[in-house]
């Protein structure tokens, strides 16, 4: 059974890179088909999708946040990395680190327990 | 960029049937999915593909579309579905979330 578990400071300041890993357990992160994505949650609000990368390491990102973001993946230690520059308040969230699947089209069969990241000086 | 439609909030007594709509351009032409999330936890998919229900997910789920909207349904509303319910589609390759729905079992 996969397993993601986010990982990451909790605290970045303004104007600085925030940083997360999502450690993958259970399965292979270069495993055809699959996708893995990051998606947000700011504090009361609703689900953000941020971007994915692929099996094949292409990425796709939001293009609200596109030129802020870098989605990487480190194989020999199974993990996804999500690197966010120039951080403000706004991206103060719980970030959810998910594995998309599904063939046809894309769904996060498989979601981490989230990280929380506040952004303040 | 695109959007996605939900009521903020339903409202139904026990065993009753939930349904919660979903509306966005075009959205009959993609495929849509939906996810559950309790307080305090991540969200889990209970549709993908439209229609398809993924293993260990009970059958009292199920959903449609119709046009520009798709519709979750939960029959035999129970407390454990006091949630937010967020449909979710892909629209030029990004991942689009709707604002989700919370759902009081009273």
């Known amino acids: 059974q996969v397993q993601l578990q986010e990982s990451g400071p909790g605290l970045v300041k303004p104007s600085e890179t925030l940083s997360l890993t999502c450690t993958v357990s259970?399965?292979?992160?270069?495993?055809?088909?699959?996708?893995w994505n990051w998606v947000r949650q700011p504090p009361g609000k609703g689900l953000e999708w941020i971007g994915y990368?692929?099996?094949?390491?292409?990425?796709y990102y939001s293009p609200s946040l596109k030129s802020r973001i870098t989605i990487s993946t480190d194989m020999s230690n199974n993990q996804v990395s999500l690197r966010l520059n120039s951080v403000t308040a706004a991206d103060t969230a719980v970030y959810y680190c998910?594995?998309?699947?599904?063939?046809?089209?894309?769904?996060?069969?498989?979601w981490g327990q989230g990280a929380l990241v506040t952004v303040s000086s | 960029s695109y959007e996605l439609t939900q009521p903020p909030s339903v409202s139904v007594s026990p065993g009753q049937t939930i349904n919660i709509t979903c509306s966005g351009e075009?959205?009959?032409?993609?495929?849509s999915s939906w996810y559950q999330q309790r307080p305090g936890q991540a969200p889990i998919v209970l549709i993908y593909?439209?229609?398809q229900r993924p293993s260990g997910v009970p059958k009292r789920f199920s959903a449609s579309v119709s046009g520009n909207t798709a519709t979750l349904t939960i029959a035999g509303a129970q407390a454990a579905d006091e949630a937010d319910y967020y449909c979710?589609?892909?629209?030029?390759?990004?991942?689009?979330f709707g604002p989700g729905t919370w759902v009081t079992v009273l």
């Open positions: 998910a594995r998309g699947g599904g063939g046809v089209v894309i769904f996060f069969d498989t």
């Open positions: 259970g399965d292979s992160i270069s495993s055809v088909a699959y996708y």
């Open positions: 990368i692929s099996y094949s390491g292409t990425t």
């Open positions: 075009k959205l009959g032409q993609k495929y």
């Open positions: 593909q439209d229609t």
């Open positions: 979710q589609t892909w629209a030029s390759n990004s991942g689009v």
